[in-house]
């Protein structure tokens, strides 16, 4: 079985994909603020301290993933914030801003690096960063949400360079859209239920491939517009 790394894994999206997973008995490994805190317990689930948004907390806790485990198979790129959904630019708060760019843009490529060495020794290994369709350019048609929007574009543009420096290490990397999820984040409005989203996505990257790395899909398998 594989080894996968998840970000975010104590609430949402990326609780339910440790619970698919360890039903396909893959080894786990999580990154969670508040290790804790975390309500899951499995034997092949192993917790670990990280916020994406700290440089120093990421390199701890690659160090922590390569003194448990000597392979990656897959990353995924899950954790991330939202902003004030501001409808209008008299609202965007320039500070706040900043940390929702750094947590859902510079977060993953900040992982990526940390852990880089450890999916080329691997091999035909693979990083799924969780996007949105928010973050396309072509699809924006509402406005609104200026921070959450601008940080999913540039993780889209984070997952293209990476995977074209990722061919020649055997690395593929693409982005994933989990659909309007019903989850904290999501909401209560959302129509998509979580074990439907994590069950389209996990199979989506377990298709992932160099040939169809650098690519955006949604968890239907739809291709989407950058």
């Not at 650098?214 to 989407?224: A, D, I, K, N, S």
């Amino acid at each position: 079985m594989a080894t996968w790394v998840i970000t975010g894994g104590n609430r949402g999206i990326g609780k339910e994909f440790i619970l698919q997973l360890i039903q396909e008995n893959h080894t786990i490994i999580t990154g969670v603020r508040d290790p804790e805190l975390m309500d899951l317990e499995h034997e092949l689930l192993s917790v670990f301290k990280l916020d994406v948004s700290n440089t120093q907390s990421v390199t701890e806790f690659a160090q922590s993933v390569s003194q448990h485990t000597d392979r990656v198979n897959v990353l995924i790129n899950n954790a991330g914030q939202m902003d004030g959904r501001w409808q209008s630019i008299d609202e965007v708060d320039p500070d706040v801003s900043l940390e929702v760019l750094n947590v859902n843009t510079i977060g993953p490529l900040r992982v990526a690096q940390a852990l880089w060495p450890l999916l080329e020794a691997t091999g035909q290994s693979k990083v799924a960063n969780i996007t949105s369709l928010m973050g396309s350019i072509e699809d924006c048609q509402s406005g609104r949400s200026y921070a959450y929007r601008t940080s999913k574009t540039g993780l889209n543009m984070i997952t293209k360079i990476l995977s074209v420096e990722g061919k020649d290490a055997d690395i593929s990397v693409s982005c994933y859209h989990p659909g309007w999820v019903l989850t904290d984040m999501g909401g209560e409005r959302a129509p998509v239920l979580p074990q439907e989203s994590v069950k389209g996505l996990i199979e989506l990257i377990e298709m992932q491939t160099l040939e169809r790395s650098g690519r955006f899909f949604e968890y239907t398998g739809v291709e989407l517009p950058w």
